[in-house]
Structures are given as structure tokens and as C-alpha cells.
């Protein structure tokens, strides 16, 4: 499956790299007992799920059951803990011999999407595994989830000690050993993909431990990127006219006022409404002299097309802004970073948008309007962004040409928050969908 796409802020032309300059759970995560009515139907999809292809007589029954549910927006990520019982098998033309009942111990990983469900995750055992409290063997038990090539002798050890300090600086608790041990092994995974995306880089940017680096790729799709960009066009937008002349080698907003300090979406698929209220910030500044830091939780709960945390496009983001009259300041609608009631006040907007125009695809003429009209908004592909670390100081010197880019993760993301992308070659695709407010 291709990855999700990012949108984020372009604001920037580089001629070089520019110089270098949390914990991923929701607070409201809970933990809930089996007679909680929000968890029994994850709970009977997860068994469902298990229980698929088996014939009548054969299937598991649940006899117990914790778990915790992470929220984002309109969908919600469940984690469960299920001790399941096994039927004893006597019958002859199925088992050679009588086999007692088995009980086992299932880790499984439930996503509820407006009702829907999706199991990303089943891990089961029987109930009576030993685990040992030597950080070497407890790893050593999941190095069949690497991928096959060799790995040094001392892998383990260097990956536990890599992990605890992953811990220590991201803040990370887990809720059981069996967590713990399970997050460890996703971890060692990421590291080695890390080391092939490196591999691929013609770039200077480095890949390894980010605060994403104990989830799975399908979490960090499911809860950080945008599902909705691969699917849905979006409303049309009016081409852009093109700017003619040749782009200034290079150019940076940051340093002309027009851009906000780097903001974090949470657990939430928001980047669409980032990226565009950092686009009307900075349209605002330019044709009005005033950097104001805009609202994205107004467009989370009151633009109706798009899907607040589960995705939407900036051409529908536009669009709504100019249907509701304006954006508040975010001071005036604070970011909460899930779906809330609308509670937009035309009498607190304090930026509006006349329009919303499609930006060229050829990175010279994009460069030139950037250059000219100020930051604009882009969708990338997000291939490699959950193992990005940063770019080193010395890269400065390299000639290579790069898109400066504003990301919503947060400060302790890539480069304090930015993100530093190859230009001229379509990177990433970069290029694809490219657009801007307008205002008169």
C-alpha cells in the first residue's frame, strides 16, 4: 500500500540545507473493564476476527479481557489484552489424539473509523510463556520480526540499550511487560527500515530514532497522516496565474515574518488544516502587515467536507473558510486536537478569503510564485517521514538546491519541526498539489 500523504507548509527555496537549528498517546487514553459497553464490540470484531474459518465447535470463547482506547477525532485505536479459551479437540477425524483445551494470551489492536472496523494487529501465545526480566532475551525473543538478512551478534544488546534511552527521552510508559517487550520489537523494526531508507537517500537528511519510532507503520498512517488525500480529488480550484520570471536562488519566508512558530497536530490526521492556516497566515501578513497565529480547530469542527482528524484536502479547507466568513485567531479557538461542536463567531474572525487557486506543477514556476506570493501549501508523499531524525550542520556547504517545509509534529520532529526536501526533481511529489489562498 503506498503511503498516506503529509500536507504541510512550503514556505522556502535553499540553494543549500539549511542550518540545524512527547509521547505519541493520547492523555486521554483510559483503561477499561470487560462490562464497559464502549469496549465489547472491538472485543467481539477482535474474537470475530480470530475465530474467522473455523469451523462451529472449533472457535474460541473470550474469558477475560483489558485494554485502553486512544482517540483521534471521530475514530478511536483500542488496545486489547484478551485471554481466550480454546475448545478441547476429540474428534478423530480432526486429531489424532484427544487434546485438551488451551487457553491463550492475545494482543490485539482494534481501529473503530466512524463505526468501522479494522483489525491492525493480532499477536497470540499460550497463556503460560515465560517471560524474563533480562533486557537481552526478552529482545532476543522478537528478532524473528526483522527482516532476514544478517544482523551482528551484539544486535540485541546495542537495540535494548538504544530502546531504554528512546524511553527515557520521549517519556514513553507501557502497561504491561508484554507491551513493553511488543513496543521494543516494533522499535528494532523501524531501526532497520531506518537503515535502508538511509541507504536510499541522495540526500543529507538523517533517518533513525524519532518520537514515532515504537509504532507501527500502520499506527503512525492510521493516526498522523491523511487517508483522505489518495482517494477524493477534492473541489476544483482555478489555476494560479503563473509568475514569468526566474525564481531568486534562494528564499526564505521565515526570515521576512511571514510564518508561525511550528505547531503539533497530536494524535490527530489534521495537517490539512495546519497547511492551509499556515498558508492564510502568511497571505495575511503579506497583504496586511500583520502575522497572526489562525485557528486549525475551527476547521476540524466546522468545515462539513472534510473529516476532521481522519483527513481532509486543502481545496474543501478553502472553502469552507470563505462559507464561514473567516478564521478565528488561536488564541480565540484554542486547538484541542479532536472533532468538537462548531463554535465559530463571524464576530471574532479576524482574517478572511476572497479565493483559493492550483498552483503550477513545474517546480521552476512554483519556486517563482512561492518567491513572489508568499508560503504555500503542499501534499507529499510521507514515505520515510516517521524515521526522519535531522540534517546535519555540515550539509550546509552542499549546493544541492531544497524546498524549505513547515511541518505540524512539533519542534522535537526533523529539524526543530522542519523538513528539508530536494528540489526540481518532483520529490516525493512534492509538486502534485500545490495551492493558496487568495486575498484581495
Known sequence: MAPWLQVLLLLGLLPAAAPA?????????????????????????ALEMYNRGRAAGTRAALEAVRG????AGRGSLYSLKATLVEPPCNDPTVCQLPVSKKTLLCSFEVLDELGKHMLLRRDCGPVDTKSTDDKNETFSSFLPLLN??????????KMASIFKDFVTTYNR???????????MSVFANNMVRAQKIQALDRGTAQYGVTKFSDLTEEEFRT?????LL?????RNMR??????TVPPPQWDWRNKGAVTDVKDQGMCGSCWAFSVTGNVEGQWFLKRGTLL????????????????????????AYSAIRNLGGLETEDDYSYRGRLQTCSFSAEKAKVYINDSVELSKNEQKLAAWLAKNGPISVAINAFGMQSLAHRPRCAARSATPFWAIKNSWGTDWGEEGYYYLHRGSGACGVNIMASSAVID
Open 173 to 183: 510508559t507501557y502497561d504491561s511487560k508484554e507491551e513493553a517487550s511488543w513496543r
Open 239 to 244: 489555476l494560479a496565474q503563473p509568475i514569468t
Open 223 to 227: 493516526i498522523y497522516l491523511n487517508p
Open 230 to 234: 489518495k482517494d477524493a480529488p477534492g
Open 68 to 71: 485502553r482506547v486512544r482517540r
Open 148 to 157: 532476514k538478512d544478517p544482523l551482528p551478534q551484539d544486535f540485541s544488546v
Open 21 to 45: 537549528s512527547s509521547k505519541p498517546r493520547a492523555a486521554g487514553a483510559q483503561a477499561w473493564e470487560l462490562a464497559s459497553p464502549e469496549l465489547r464490540e472491538p472485543v467481539r470484531f
Open 293 to 316: 497565529s489562525l485557528s486549525e480547530q475551527e476547521l476540524l469542527d466546522c468545515d462539513k467536507t472534510d473529516k476532521a482528524c481522519l483527513g481532509g484536502l486543502p481545496s474543501n
